[in-house]
């Protein structure tokens, strides 16, 4: 997602939208590269944070499927920013109480960013989704084209169970209901409505992903690939 | 070999310290900010603790650096320099000469005390009070972009965080 926003950078609707999103991308950057290297460090294999975020293929990759969709237009990145954000808030919120202190001190240092980037994305829904008719017609499509990916949050895979035995990571069915009871809430005031029967795209625990991520890398990873352990 | 004296304290690390800048803001010091939570001097052995004011803030890894250097230059060369996450930090750290050096500088210092990210208790041109939020994401992770309405001047405020 952090990588996905940057591409706003210098593209932005107006400067301070395009100053808001390299800040938000930044954040995300910022937080993804404590969570890297903490997972190298349980792995234990001496893999730092760059090796982590450069150095693996597609299916390594874990993130879940709706941040590597594509930008589109503002409305469809504010779009897939809200869905996102509601169920980052809420994750990190639970794991500021986890058991490990790392997971812990992350979480804490990411749900202070986290709150500003919500309050920001949900200014846009209501406004754009509660808009003009072109503006609410283009939130409604995002809305339409988005909501498929949106089951794949809350998907557990083999392990979880025992790290929310342990009190390590919060049970994924309570994050469910508090994302879906705030996310109908404030589409509802919006005027955008939910698509029915909509077939649910999941698969990202397991390394099966949209074919947008392969794209994303072939970008963000072509530095350190032409230039290994180039340093600047 | 530099030599170093043996009675090496706490005290002067972080007067040394107080001459480092932060490379965005800088008029003032990585003390001023908070970023510098803790000095230790173990048998002439320093350790110094800092922490991130954003988890992506790009200018970290130079504060290190230029801490690296001022420990250098003041002759001291048996340090570690260490980064945690945790307790956040929050403005509430910031020193009150650092808040009026910000003022002084043109920006709206945070408005401790204030819901939120606050809103600045006035311009910091003009010092009206009727000021408006253009966006809560400013120059860097730290401000957000206000406008004065008396004076029309656009400022930086320091957000509470």
Redesign the interface.
């Known amino acids: 997602m952090g990588h996905r926003l940057s591409e706003w950078t210098g593209h932005g609707p107006i400067l301070e939208e395009d100053i808001a999103m390299t800040n938000i991308g930044l954040d995300l950057v910022g937080q993804a590269s404590s969570l890297l290297t903490l997972a190298g460090d349980i792995e234990g294999e001496e893999r730092s944070e760059d090796d982590l975020a450069y150095k693996r293929d597609v299916k390594e990759f874990k993130n879940t499927l709706l941040v590597e969709q594509v930008n589109g237009d503002f409305g469809r990145t504010m779009m897939r920013q809200y869905l996102f954000d509601v169920f980052h808030f809420h994750l990190m919120q639970a794991l500021s109480d986890s058991k490990d202190e790392r997971l812990k001190a992350i979480a804490s240092k990411s749900l202070k960013e986290i709150t500003y980037h919500k309050r920001h994305s949900r200014e846009w829904i209501k406004r754009l989704g509660d808009g003009t008719e072109e503006s609410h017609a283009r939130m409604q499509n995002a809305l339409n084209e988005l909501w498929m990916f949106s089951d794949d949050l809350f998907v557990s895979c083999d392990g979880d169970q025992e790290l929310e035995d342990k009190g390590i990571i919060p049970n994924l069915d309570n994050i469910k209901s508090q994302w879906d009871s705030e996310v109908k809430a404030l589409l509802k005031e919006a005027s955008l409505t939910i698509p029915e029967e909509v077939f649910m795209m999941k698969g990202s625990r397991k390394g099966i992903h949209t074919e947008h991520l392969g794209y994303l890398l072939a970008e963000m990873q072509f530095l350190p690939r032409a230039y290994p352990d180039a340093k600047w | 070999m530099i030599e170093r004296s043996p009675g090496l304290t706490e005290g002067e690390i972080w007067n040394h310290l107080s001459e480092v800048c932060d490379p965005e803001v800088p008029v003032l010091t990585v003390i001023d900010l908070g970023i510098v939570r803790n000095i230790q001097v173990v048998n002439g052995k320093v350790k110094v603790v800092i922490t991130?004011t954003?988890?992506?803030?790009?200018a970290m890894n130079i504060i290190e650096q230029d801490i690296n250097a001022k420990l250098i230059e003041k002759g001291i060369d048996n340090f570690t320099i260490e980064t945690?996450?945790?307790?956040?930090?929050t403005t509430e750290w910031m020193s009150k000469e650092g808040k009026a050096k910000l003022k002084e500088y043109g920006i709206a210092p945070p408005n401790i005390g204030a819901v939120?990210?606050g809103r600045p208790k006035e311009c910091p041109n003009c010092r009206s009070k009727d000021t408006k939020l253009?966006?809560?994401?400013?120059?860097t992770?730290c401000k957000a972009?206000y406008v004065c309405e008396s004076c029309k001047e656009p400022f930086d405020y320091f957000k509470c965080?």
Request: glycine residues 14%; neutral net charge.
């Open positions: 991130p954003y988890s992506g803030c790009p945690v996450l945790t307790p956040a930090w939120g990210s253009k966006s809560e994401f400013g120059s992770a972009l965080h």
